[in-house]
């Protein structure tokens, strides 16, 4: 067995039990002949990035769909979140001043761990939506069925995903020039929209004074973006991971940097296991429950050479725990000497409206946002970013926010197959504020 298939075998949560095992291993098969989707070198680049974070040179922005969709892998779908997370990016850079390392929840982010392994609705009771990767969200027996050939379009649609992401921050269009372009059709309608506005303006006049001095760096033009999602399926994450002929080590090639889920990341289990032999850039989500032991032992198994760039805490505790949660951890990982990026994320703040409608309230995110910098600054350590649910789309999923979106409002854009998402205001509202953060 090689070092990388060492998770085989123990105990593994939240894998979907798959109906045709002959159908399956030729899934895994034909996706083991596949190209990857990104390279070791990208990945290490990335690490790179993260590794200035850690040093407190940096931020990170992560984000995108709780889940994506196969429907959802479309252009509009695609370039929308892209200028929504461009717009974000570049509030906070420019406010704050910080170079932002760019991450999709994107082009790969097709499986969801759930909290309940059945929906009832009314008296129907099914196997829960796992996410396109796993079954379908209709509600019939036959659309949540596992089928193992979605795993194959989930590598198809994440390809066609990036290659459109690629495209466009490398080829002009996320260039600093089309700053005003992203905010267009958002301008006037919007209080957030002419705040970025003003920002724009300022932007090309710096590019304009760039441009008369002769100064007209690549960096204005291009973007550096990198994808990620939840290493929730390891067959399939197993099944894309190639030996790297340059170094001998094993990268996961179906993103540049994989994260395992606060239900998944279990000591002796086999998403940790899996993590530790493969050398991407690795993300742990922390919620509410996980002790200073924990997180020193997370540290420890999956970065024992203390490589910076290569761990990053994404706390998720919730407004209401993060301030009494998270100093002891962050204090006994700070004491155990290995180098680690602190990321927030402030969705899991979310309850059911009086209509059934899931929502998050905007306010509980800024309060947790403000709880993480809080402590951080206490701590002396670096608050390293933010990892956010969103879509570029006008939905209405979560309440409150600049247009103070009611809980009466919810139902009337309300299109999420999973988690409700921010909708672009909501997220230049949260740009403003964090930026405040930043520079406070
Ligand atoms: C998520 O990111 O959608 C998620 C399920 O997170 P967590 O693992 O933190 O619960
Ligand atoms: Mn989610």
Not at 114 to 129: C, F, I, K, N, W
Not at 219 to 238: G, K, M, P, R
Request: glycine letters at 8%; proline letters at 6%.
């Amino acid at each position: 067995m090689s070092s990388s298939e060492t998770w085989r075998g123990l105990p593994i949560a939240q894998q979907p039990g798959w109906p045709d095992p002959v159908a399956f291993d030729s899934v895994i098969a034909e996706l083991r002949s596949l190209p990857p989707l990104v390279t070791p070198g990208e990945c290490d680049q990335l690490k790179d990035r993260l590794a200035a974070v850690q040093r407190g040179e940096a931020v990170v922005l992560q984000g995108g769909d709780c889940a994506e969709t196969f429907a959802g892998a479309t252009e509009s779908t695609t370039t929308t979140k892209l200028t929504c997370l461009l717009q974000v990016a570049v509030v906070l850079t420019y406010a704050a001043q910080v170079p932002v390392i760019k991450i999709g929840r994107l082009a790969g982010q097709f499986a969801e761990p759930h909290s309940q392994p059945t929906e009832t609705r009314g008296d129907v009771t099914l196997p829960a939506y796992r996410g396109d990767a796993v079954n379908g969200l209709e509600l019939s027996p036959d659309a949540r069925m596992p089928d193992c050939r979605r795993l194959l379009r989930a590598y198809h649609a994440g390809a066609i995903t990036l290659n459109l992401c690629r495209a466009f921050t490398r080829g002009g269009d996320a260039s600093l020039r089309q700053v005003h372009a992203w905010n267009m059709d958002f301008v006037a309608t919007s209080p957030a929209g002419r705040r970025f506005e003003r920002i724009a303006t300022e932007i090309d006049r710096a590019l304009a004074f760039m441009h008369a001095c002769g100064v007209d760096p690549e960096q204005v033009h291009t973007v550096d973006f990198w994808s990620s999602h939840e290493a929730l399926l390891l067959d399939y994450e197993a099944a894309l991971s190639r030996v790297d002929p340059a170094s001998g080590g094993t990268y996961d090639l179906s993103a540049h940097l994989l994260w395992i889920g606060d239900r998944t990341r279990q000591l002796d289990g086999a998403h940790v296991e899996w993590a530790r032999h493969i050398r991407n850039p690795i993300g742990v989500k922390l919620g509410p429950q996980t002790t200073p032991a924990d997180a020193v032992t997370l540290s420890r198994l999956l970065n024992p050479a203390r490589e910076p760039g290569r761990l990053m805490f994404v706390t998720r505790m919730g407004a209401d725990a993060i301030r009494r949660v998270l100093p002891p951890i962050v204090e006994a990982v700070s004491a155990h000497g290995s180098p680690v990026v602190w990321v927030c994320d402030p969705m899991h703040n979310t309850f059911v409206s009086p209509s059934g409608l899931r929502t998050r309230c905007f306010d509980d995110l800024i309060d947790e946002i403000d709880g993480f910098f809080a402590v951080h600054r206490a701590l002396g350590t670096h608050p390293g970013g933010l990892h956010i649910e969103f879509t570029g789309e006008d939905v209405t999923e979560c309440v409150g926010g600049e247009h103070d979106l009611a809980e009466g409002d919810l139902h009337r854009r309300y299109e999420t197959t999973c988690d409700p998402r921010l909708n672009r205001r909501q997220c230049l509202d949260l740009a403003f504020t964090v930026a405040d953060l930043y520079q406070s």
